[in-house]
């Protein structure tokens, strides 16, 4: 079985901070990984997913993410944040067997403030 | 415009009524699915299909049903059996059925209030 840990729920910051969220994984097999966004009262969008090669992934909106094998992990990153960024940030993780579901970390809230 | 939709974006229902949530896609995908979303729990999965009259429970399917006659429609019916509907009901589809690769695209919602 698979799970997925996003270690903050909130994650407070001031406009044009970076800023890291942070994700752990854990899986028997080999995974693929995944960050989407949710803006209030909406679904779920992709910022970016790491299936294979370069550990370092690049997404939308100025955001990127690292895959760390070693420490199951999957960091979601931005050097600048904006007002706009506000929003529930999901990591996810598939395990690349059976039906393809995904399984989801339970969120974290970026709070930026000017 | 491709995409999913999902009617109606807000439902109300009396306890002990079945409701019936509507999600239909254009993208001409093969897998579509059905998740609920409460505050600080994240998303879990309540059902998923790959193909035309076939479908998989997921972790929370009790209290569910789902059907699948067509491609592009999935709906969900919620049945009095579930204890605590009220949530925020997303719909996603991706390409490929069996495919972990591929991305899930999610429709806008649909947040029902059982009162």
């Known amino acids: 079985a698979q799970s997925v840990t996003q270690l903050d729920s909130q994650v407070p910051v001031f406009e044009e901070a970076p800023v890291e969220l942070r994700c752990n994984y854990s899986?028997?097999?080999?995974?693929?990984l995944f960050w989407y966004v949710q803006y209030p009262n909406q679904g779920l969008q992709l910022l970016l997913k790491?299936?294979?090669?370069?550990?370092l992934v690049k997404g939308i909106n100025g955001f990127e993410a690292e895959f760390n094998k070693s420490q199951t992990s999957f960091h979601l990153r931005k050097p600048s944040v904006h007002i706009s960024d506000t929003a529930e940030y999901f990591c996810?993780?598939?395990?690349?067997?059976?039906?393809?579901?995904?399984?989801f970390g339970k969120g974290t809230m970026l709070l930026v403030s000017p | 415009d491709g995409g999913i939709t999902q009617s109606p974006k807000y439902l109300f229902r009396k306890e002990g009524q079945n409701v019936t949530l509507s999600c239909e896609q254009n993208?001409?995908?093969?897998?579509m699915y059905w998740y609920r979303q409460d505050p600080g729990q994240g998303l879990r999965l309540i059902y998923y299909?790959?193909?035309?009259?076939?479908?998989q429970k997921g972790d929370i399917a009790e209290g569910y049903s789902v059907s699948r006659e067509k491609k592009e429609s999935f709906p969900l019916t919620v049945t009095s059996a579930q204890k605590n509907p009220t949530a925020f009901y997303l719909c996603?589809?991706?390409?490929?059925?069996?495919?972990?690769?591929?991305?899930?695209?999610f429709g806008p919602g649909t947040r029902l209030t059982v009162l």
């Open positions: 996603a589809s991706s390409n490929r059925a069996g495919s972990s690769t591929d991305t899930q695209y």
């Open positions: 899986s028997s097999v080999s995974v693929y």
């Open positions: 790491y299936l294979s090669g370069s550990t």
């Open positions: 996810a993780v598939s395990d690349g067997s059976g039906y393809s579901t995904l399984t």
């Open positions: 993208l001409n995908h093969d897998a």
């Open positions: 299909s790959q193909i035309v009259n076939d479908f």
